[in-house]
């Protein structure tokens, strides 16, 4: 080649391939999965040492499901967003703290009646072969053991156990627990309501019923046996305008069809379609909260944030049909009463 034609060829093609160059396609680098230890603890929030502690447990999560932002994360994250949301955790939540617990099983999914050596997870977690909606966990040791890698036992004031299992399940207890199906986040609601707040189902069951009396409604915040207004529990929320026509004497409660009555037309003690708790419930909770932190209860005080969403909360309820009643909380409280002869199985 020619001087001038080799000068001329390098001139017209460095462009071309310095812009070849920039152009070109570069390699695909995956971020390296990171993935949460057996026994990892995260403090998710914290805000009041002195707070309420929530420690979030997951049985069933085998090592692909713990990577940091993976399945279990995604269905903590699920919950404990939703949680806040609801009154009245939204309005006091900068008195909560979450832990997280990490926990890897060799299997995933609950087992069926009491867990065998071939299909057992970390907390052993099973549904009852009989009532089938009802999801519990053996091995309370191994819990236990878990819950005090965060906190110490007195101070888990809220445990949450997720199994990571599709079936629609939960149960109240010592430890509220639900299953990842999509209403995971109602049920866990709903069972917190037991096992924190100290409240009752509120729905009818002839099954349930069968098994207890109604003046077992007198154990509880949210039902009563009288429909005297003077007389009965929430009567302090009457004659209140922020409530009227909300807290009123409904009919029902306690699985009675009759001679137990409830506060509200509804609330997720009743069915998940109801977003809230009732009142009273409301009040319950405060209740329990300022009992931890060593601080007086002051039914003004409460007032002064509680009764700003009042209607709103009301307005949600009457808007949500058709009703489910399908809650866990009752019957695994009788079956554990049954079973284990607990004077007090929810607490």
Request: hydrophobic share 35%; aromatic share 12%; with cysteine.
């Amino acid at each position: 080649m020619k001087p001038g034609c080799l000068i001329l060829f390098l001139l017209l093609s460095t462009p071309l391939f310095s812009c070849h160059k920039k152009a070109g396609i570069q390699p695909v680098v995956h971020p390296q999965l990171v993935y949460h230890q057996d026994g990892d603890v995260k403090q998710l929030m914290y805000n009041d040492p002195n707070g309420v502690n929530i420690i979030v447990l997951g049985d069933a999560f085998v090592k692909d499901d713990l990577d940091t932002g993976g399945f279990y994360d995604q269905q903590v994250k699920k919950i404990t967003d939703y949680m806040f949301t609801v009154e009245p955790y939204k309005e006091y939540k900068q008195h909560f703290n979450i832990y997280v617990v990490y926990a890897q099983s060799n299997n995933r999914r609950a087992a069926v009646g009491t867990p065998t050596d071939a299909d057992r997870t970390k907390f052993s977690s099973y549904f009852d072969s009989q009532v089938t909606r009802l999801l519990m966990i053996a091995n309370q040791d191994v819990t236990d053991t878990y819950i005090e890698k965060a906190v110490p036992l007195d101070h888990a004031h809220i445990v949450l156990m997720i199994v990571n299992d599709p079936i629609y399940g939960g149960s109240g207890g010592y430890y509220s627990t639900t299953s990842v199906d999509p209403n995971s986040k109602y049920i866990a609601i709903h069972e917190i309501g037991h096992s924190f707040g100290g409240l009752t189902d509120e729905y009818e069951d002839d099954q349930l019923a069968a098994f207890t009396t109604r003046a077992g409604a007198l154990a509880y915040p949210n039902t009563d046996t009288t429909k005297d207004p003077l007389k009965i529990k929430w009567a302090h929320f009457l004659d209140k305008n922020a409530y009227r026509p909300v807290v009123n004497i409904f009919a029902g409660g306690y699985y009675f069809a009759n001679g137990v009555y409830r506060p509200e037309r509804g609330s997720v003690m009743l069915a998940y379609n109801y977003l809230n708790y009732n009142a009273p419930s409301r009040e319950a909770i405060v209740k329990r909260m300022d009992s931890i932190m060593h601080v007086p209860f002051d039914f003004n005080d409460f007032l002064k944030i509680d009764s700003l969403d009042a209607q709103s909360i009301v307005i949600a309820q009457f808007g949500l049909q058709p009703i489910r009643h399908d809650f866990i909380g009752g019957m695994a409280r009788m079956h554990w009463l049954r079973k284990i002869k607990l004077q007090q199985p929810h607490k």
